[in-house]
């Protein structure tokens, strides 16, 4: 089955940093990746995703997501970091009839 | 542009009690699912539809049960309510296989 590991709980950046939160995947054959936010009371809001092609995927708010095949990782990534993107972030892989999530990693952005 | 519309937003039930928890969605969208939300679990599919008569278990089907008699609703029912269906409750939907999914705002429920 395909699946996705978040390795970091918690992400704490400063306002204006760049930010980093991490994912690798375990799928057999081609990965359909996905990023979720989720803001506090609120489902998860799509922010990009990779079927296929460049490697480099840009999303909603100014994210970005890198697909390293070597290294099975689909790290998202943002050049600046707002106090508002401070939320809980999942990466997700397709499988199936089936969207499989990581834990998800809590990222703040202090001012 | 309603999305995906949960009902209700809070539940607290007693435990052997049943309800159903609604969902409705006006994308004309085939795939509908169910997931639960625990701490540090991320989202475990329950049940997921792939059109208007057809449903499928999930990774933690159990006690639940669910109907697709149209498109647009997606109900999950709580057979006999236990402390373990605690959980935070999203209904999702999507246009096909490999596109994103939308999701409600969730069913917070408490089993006492």
């Known amino acids: 089955a395909q699946s996705v590991a978040q390795p970091e709980d918690q992400v704490n950046v400063a306002e204006g940093n760049p930010l980093t939160v991490k994912c690798t995947y375990s799928v057999s054959g081609n990965p359909y990746l996905f990023w979720y936010v989720q803001y506090p009371n609120r489902g998860l809001q799509f922010l990009l995703k990779y079927i296929t092609g460049d490697n480099l995927v840009k999303g909603s708010y100014g994210f970005e997501a890198e697909f390293n095949k070597s290294q099975t990782s689909f790290h998202l990534k943002k050049p600046s970091a707002l106090v508002s993107d401070s939320a809980l972030y999942f990466c997700a892989v397709r499988d199936s009839n089936d969207m499989r999530f990581g834990a998800g990693t809590r990222l703040t952005v202090k001012p | 542009n309603a999305g995906v519309t949960q009902t209700p937003k809070f539940q607290v039930l007693k435990t052997g009690q049943s309800m159903t928890l609604q969902c409705a969605q006006d994308m004309n969208h085939e795939y509908m699912s169910w997931y639960r939300q625990d701490p540090g679990m991320g989202l475990r599919l329950i049940h997921y539809s792939v059109g208007a008569g057809i449903t499928d278990q999930g990774e933690v089907p159990n006690g639940y049960n669910v109907s697709r008699s149209t498109t647009e609703d997606f109900p999950l029912r709580l057979l006999s309510a236990a402390p373990s269906q605690t959980s935070v409750y999203f209904c999702?939907?999507?246009?096909?296989?490999?596109?994103?999914?939308?999701f409600g705002n969730g069913t917070r429920l408490t089993v006492t």
């Open positions: 999702a939907s999507s246009r096909q296989y490999n596109s994103p999914l939308h």
